[in-house]
C-alpha cells in the first residue's frame, strides 16, 4: 500500500497501442454484449474506489446522461498533472491512450491493492467515441479530450479549482457494443454491491435520461456486514441470530473477510467476491470457507455433545440457511473457468479456511446461544436430508411403494374421479370402524391408522419411512414419494386427517403434517391437506342435544337448553357413534374442515424445525396455527 501513496509520472508500466482493444475487444472487456457495456462502467469506478481505498477519496458519483454518456466522478487527489518522463507527454493522456499490460482478461495481474491505478482506462477510452477528462489537483483544473482512443483535444490547464478529484465521462462506441444503452438496474445493482464491499465508501447513481431524474446513494459503514443483512432482508426471512459474524484476516499481501448469518429458510446465499469482482463459479476462496465451517461446526457439536457420536455434520447441513459474503483481495488474482469468475489461487484457500476455522471457534465459544442456535438448525438439516434418503431407498425397495395395491386396511369410496373424494386418515381401530359404518361410501375412503402412534419427539423422522402408519398412506394416495413423487397420481382430493382433540391426536397429526410437509409439499400447496373438527362436547337436555367445538359453545348451548342440560366431553373418536361421528364431523353439509396451508416456503421452513425440535408446546401450536378454517367443500 506505500509503495503508490506518491509516485510521481514514472511509473506507468508497459505500453501497446489501442488498435489491439478496438480490434479484440473480447480480450479486454470479455464481450461486447450489455455485460461488456456496464463493464466499462466497472473499469472507471474501479479506478476511483483504488483511489478511496488508498484513504483518498470518500465520494463516487455516476451520472447516466441523457445523450447515452456516463460520467464517473470521484473526490480523490486527481491525477498527477505532470509530463511522463519517459513517454513525454501528460500522465493523464498516457493513463487514457496507452494499454497497460495484464488487463484483467489479458491474463495476469491485478490492480487493487497493487498500486497500478488507471489500468482499464485506456480499454474504455478505446472503446468510446468520445472521452472526456477533468482532472481535479493541487487546486488547478486540467482538460483532455479523446476519440476512439485518439487525442482530440490536447491535455490543457482550465483554471483554478477548489475541486479535487478525477472526472471521466465516455460515450461507448456504437460500432463495437452491441447496445449502448445502459441498464439503471444493472449500474444499480453493481455499484450497490461496490458500496458494500468497500465499507465507508460513499457511491451514487443519477439518471437523467428520464423524465423525472433518479438518485440513490450507498454508503455501508458495515461493508459486507450490512451486505448479509441486506441479502437476507431481500430475501424476506427471519434470521436466526442478530449479529452477522464477522471474520477477517491476512497473510502476506493478501486479505479476506468473511459475513455470515444463518436464516429460517432451506437454501444457502454464499456471495464471494475477489478484488470486489463477483466470482460466480466460486473457487478457493469459497472452497476455503466451506471447508472452515464444516469442520467447526463438527468439531463444536462433538465438543459440547450436541452431536451424537456416530452423527456428522455435510457441507450441506451446515450451509443450510445460511447467508454469506466472502471477499478476498490479493495480488496476482488467478481465475479460472470459462467466464473468469473463479477464483484459482491454492494460497487462498488456506488463507480462508485459516481463519474461519480459528475464528468462527473463538465466536461460537464466546456466543454459546447462537452457536446452539446454528449447531441445531444444521442438526435438523442432516436428519432431514436423512430421512429424505432413507425415502428414496423406500421408493426403490420393489414390492412396496412400487406395487400398485392398496393398503389391506383401507375402505375405499367407489367414485374415481379425484376431485371428488376424500380420504379420512383416522386415528385408531376403533375409530376407523365407527367411521367405516357412518361414512359416505360413495365418495369417503376410511384409512384407520394404527392406534399406536410413533412419537415423533423421541424418533428420527427416518423411522417415520418405514412405519406402519406411514406406508399404508403412500398408497392410498397413491402418488408415489421422493423422485417418483406424482400429483397427477393422486387418488383423493381431500385428504382429511381425523385425531382426538387431545395430545396424542395431535401428536398424530404432527407426525402426518411433517410427513407431508418435507415429501408431498405439493399436496400441501395444492390444498388437498385438511383437518377434521370433532366436537369437544356433548350438550344435552331430555331428547334435545347440542355439539359444542368449545368452551364458550359448551355454556352458550347449557344456556340454550336451559335448566338441568348436560354437558359430557369427548375424550375421543372411539366415543361417538356413528351417527353422531356422522353428524359433527363428517357430513360435508355439517362439517368443519379446516385447511391445511403452507403459507409461504419461508414461514414452513422455521415451523418444521418447530415441529423437528424438543419442545411440544410450539409443535401443537403449529397445528392449531396452521389450520385455517377453510369452506365446506371450497
Ligand atoms: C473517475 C475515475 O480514475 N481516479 C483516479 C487517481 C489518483 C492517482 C492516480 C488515479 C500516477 C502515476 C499512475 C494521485 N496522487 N477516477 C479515477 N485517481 N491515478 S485515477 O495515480 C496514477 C498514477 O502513474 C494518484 C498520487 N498517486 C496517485
Known amino acids: 500500500m506505500d509503495v503508490e501513496k506518491n509516485y510521481g509520472d514514472s511509473q506507468i508500466q508497459v505500453l501497446e497501442g489501442l488498435e489491439a482493444v478496438r480490434k479484440r475487444p473480447g480480450m479486454y472487456i470479455g464481450t461486447t454484449s450489455a455485460k461488456g457495456l456496464h463493464h466499462l462502467i466497472s473499469e472507471i469506478v474501479d479506478n476511483s474506489i483504488d ?19 456516463c460520467e464517473v466522478k470521484d473526490d480523490g487527489r486527481g491525477v498527477p498533472s505532470g509530463i511522463h ?71 490543457r490547464e482550465t483554471g483554478e479549482t477548489e475541486l479535487h478529484g478525477l472526472h471521466v465521462r465516455f460515450w461507448p462506441d456504437d460500432t463495437i457494443f452491441e447496445t449502448v444503452e445502459f441498464d439503471y438496474e444493472t449500474v444499480k445493482t453493481r455499484l450497490r454491491e461496490q458500496a458494500f464491499l468497500n465499507a465507508g465508501v460513499d457511491i451514487s447513481i443519477t439518471d437523467l435520461r428520464g423524465e423525472e431524474e433518479i438518485t440513490e446513494d450507498y454508503c455501508y459503514e458495515g461493508g459486507i456486514r450490512s451486505f448479509v443483512e441486506y441479502l437476507n432482508k431481500k430475501k424476506g426471512a427471519d434470521v436466526l441470530h442478530g449479529d452477522v459474524i464477522y ?12 459475513a455470515m448469518q444463518y436464516n429460517d429458510t432451506y437454501n444457502d446465499a454464499i456471495l464471494s467476491f475477489a478484488n470486489n469482482m463477483h466470482t460466480i463459479d466460486g473457487g478457493t476462496h469459497e472452497t476455503g470457507f466451506k471447508a472452515g465451517i464444516t469442520k467447526v461446526l463438527n468439531d463444536y457439536g462433538k465438543k459440547y455433545n450436541i452431536l451424537k457420536s456416530e452423527e456428522k455434520l455435510s457441507g450441506e447441513d451446515v450451509r443450510e440457511g445460511l447467508t454469506a ?57 442432516a436428519r432431514a436430508r436423512e430421512a429424505a434418503k432413507r425415502a428414496r431407498e423406500l421408493t426403490r425397495r420393489k414390492g412396496l411403494l412400487e406395487s ?11 367414485e374415481r374421479r379425484m376431485e371428488y373424494t376424500e380420504l379420512y386418515l383416522v386415528e385408531g381401530d376403533s375409530a376407523g370402524g365407527t367411521a367405516k359404518d357412518c361414512r359416505d361410501s360413495r365418495f369417503q375412503a376410511i384409512l384407520p391408522l394404527r392406534g399406536k402412534i410413533l412419537n415423533v419427539e423421541k424418533n428420527r423422522i427416518d423411522r417415520i419411512y418405514s412405519s406402519v402408519q406411514i406406508v399404508p398412506i403412500i398408497l392410498a394416495l397413491g402418488t408415489g414419494i421422493g423422485s417418483e413423487f406424482d400429483i397427477t397420481k393422486l387418488r383423493y382430493g381431500k385428504i382429511i386427517l381425523m385425531a382426538d382433540a387431545d395430545v396424542d391426536g395431535s401428536h398424530i397429526k404432527t407426525l402426518l403434517l411433517t410427513f407431508f410437509f418435507r415429501h408431498m409439499r405439493p399436496l400441501i400447496d395444492a390444498g388437498h391437506i385438511y383437518s377434521a373438527t370433532p366436537p369437544l362436547y356433548k350438550v344435552y337436555r331430555g331428547k334435545q342435544q347440542r355439539y359444542a367445538f368449545s368452551d364458550e359453545e359448551r355454556d352458550m348451548y347449557i344456556e340454550e337448553l336451559g335448566g338441568n342440560a348436560q354437558a359430557e366431553r369427548y375424550k375421543g373418536l372411539g366415543e361417538m357413534d356413528p351417527d353422531q361421528l356422522w353428524d359433527t364431523t363428517m357430513d360435508p353439509e355439517k362439517r368443519i374442515l379446516k385447511r391445511i396451508t403452507v403459507e409461504d416456503a419461508m414461514e414452513a421452513d422455521a415451523l418444521f424445525s418447530v415441529l423437528m425440535g424438543d419442545k ?12 385455517k378454517y377453510a369452506n365446506l367443500d371450497t
Open 51 to 69: 483511489e478511496a481505498l488508498a484513504g483518498y477519496c470518500k465520494h463516487i458519483l455516476v451520472i447516466l446522461h441523457a445523450d447515452g454518456s
Open 85 to 155: 518522463p519517459t513517454v513525454g507527454k501528460p500522465t493523464l493522456e498516457v493513463i487514457y491512450t496507452i494499454l497497460h499490460a495484464g488487463g484483467k482478461f489479458g491474463g495476469g495481474g491485478y490492480k487493487i491493492a497493487g498500486g497500478l491505478h488507471g489500468v482499464g482506462a485506456s480499454v474504455v477510452n478505446a472503446l468510446s467515441k468520445r472521452v472526456e477528462v477533468r482532472n481535479h489537483r493541487d487546486n488547478k483544473g486540467y482538460y483532455i479530450a479523446f476519440e476512439r482512443g485518439n487525442v482530440v483535444e490536447e491535455f
Open 247 to 258: 471474520i477477517a484476516g491476512e497473510k502476506g499481501d493478501s486479505q479476506a473477510e468473511v
Open 325 to 381: 459474503v466472502i471477499s478476498v483481495k490479493l495480488e496476482d488474482a488467478q481465475f479460472e473457468s470459462q467466464t473468469k469468475a473463479k477464483l484459482g489461487n491454492s494460497e487462498i484457500r488456506t488463507l480462508v479456511e485459516g481463519i474461519v476455522t480459528e475464528k468462527l471457534s473463538i465466536y461460537l465459544e464466546e456466543n454459546p446461544e447462537t452457536a446452539k442456535i446454528i449447531i441445531e438448525k444444521s442438526i435438523t438439516a
Open 404 to 414: 400398485s395395491s392398496l393398503p389391506s386396511k383401507l375402505a375405499d369410496c367407489n
Open 616 to 627: 411440544v408446546e410450539p409443535r401443537r401450536d403449529f397445528i392449531e396455527a396452521n389450520a
